[in-house]
């Protein structure tokens, strides 16, 4: 066995993870990687299936020296394993994907929902400044129609911190979402509606209106009730129904605890807590120079208790300051050299 066993040791490792903890709520680009490997080692120690992926590899954690040769696990595994990393805690809930019937999800377990809210508030009000004060409209039919969304614990969240009577969720009333719109083009701040792409699409055949001063942010998916368009298509479709120069783009999945926002243009500003790099798609192995297509391998320190080292099956490019495109999904015809990754 080559890899660094896994240890489930249910006081040894509290100390270490506090101070991870720490160092993570305060982490930069300069402190990223440094901290990356240290987690690394962490999970390579305390997530048991993690710590067999790497001894599948034959690579001994103790040989990883740059955070660019830390081996991401196929987000797949999140359908068919527990990714806790240590088994001495219970999940306060667990996050779950969206499929279709019979189809395998995506199951998160989150230790500490203060530690989600911590992150995901973090994340947008660096982007957008503070949430207090803020309405925020949530437009998410799809999420709320069943159990388990993380989009949908993250907007509630930031309905709550927003702390007005005006924010809230609108599951299909859109003609309400319209009115409450139009009655908050005068405030101070600009408002937050976010919404799943198909349910802004209803609302802009529905209600076109001047949305100029709002934040429109969309967080992708037809969920089967629309043609599929491009990142392109749907934000000129409504940019034009509602007057807006930019519409907004929110990234985040089940698998993760970070977010990344794109003000305009489909270039995604990720979280403090996240980096994102490209991969070969005929060797996942090898990573690509920024500026090169390849599927996205995200590193997010927020999931310090589960996995920090996602392959996920997006397809994107990354900018030379950090900053990242999402191109499509990758094919599964174009995954080569993976057979391993069935544990």
């Given at each position: 066995m080559t890899g660094v066993p896994y240890h489930d040791e249910n006081t040894g490792n509290q100390e270490l993870r506090q101070s991870l903890l720490a160092r993570i709520r305060a982490v930069n680009r300069e402190t990223f990687s440094e901290l990356a490997l240290d987690v690394f080692r962490y999970q390579a120690?305390?997530?048991?299936?993690?710590?067999?992926?790497?001894?599948?590899?034959r690579r001994d954690a103790a040989s990883v020296?740059?955070?660019?040769?830390?081996?991401?696990?196929?987000?797949?595994?999140?359908?068919?394993?527990?990714?806790?990393?240590?088994?001495?805690?219970?999940?306060?809930?667990?996050?779950?994907?969206?499929g279709t019937t019979g189809a395998a999800t995506s199951h998160h377990p989150l230790r500490a929902e203060a530690w989600y809210r911590q992150n995901a508030r973090r994340a947008f009000e660096l982007q957008y400044g503070s949430l207090r004060n803020r309405a925020v409209l949530a437009l998410l039919p799809a999420y709320l129609e069943r159990t388990g969304s993380s989009l949908v614990f993250m907007a509630d969240d930031f309905i709550r911190e927003s702390g007005r009577e005006e924010s809230g969720f609108f599951l299909d009333d859109l003609a309400g979402l319209s009115a409450r719109l139009q009655s908050l083009k005068n405030d101070t701040l600009p408002p937050l509606l976010i919404g799943v792409s198909f349910a802004l699409l209803d609302l802009a055949e529905q209600f076109s209106q001047d949305l100029g001063h709002t934040i429109i942010m969309e967080t992708g998916g037809m969920k089967g009730r629309r043609k599929e368009l491009t990142r392109a298509e749907l934000h000129g479709t409504l940019g034009e129904a509602f007057a807006a120069a930019h519409i907004h783009s929110e990234y985040g999945m089940t698998e993760l605890l970070s977010q990344a926002y794109a003000p305009r243009a489909g270039i995604f500003y990720p979280a403090p807590t996240m980096s994102v790099t490209t991969r070969d798609v005929t060797d996942p192995f090898t990573t690509l120079a920024p500026g090169r297509a390849g599927a996205i391998n995200i590193t997010d320190l927020a999931n310090l208790d589960t996995i920090s080292f996602i392959a996920t099956d997006d397809l994107g490019r990354v900018g030379e300051d950090g900053t990242f495109e999402v191109l499509g999904r990758l094919d599964a015809s174009d995954v080569r050299g993976c057979n391993l990754l069935v544990l």
């Open positions: 120690r305390y997530n048991s299936t993690y710590a067999r992926y790497l001894d599948l590899l020296t740059v955070a660019t040769d830390i081996p991401h696990l196929p987000i797949s595994l999140f359908k068919t394993h527990d990714l806790r990393a240590g088994a001495d805690w219970q999940p306060t809930r667990t996050f779950t994907s969206s």
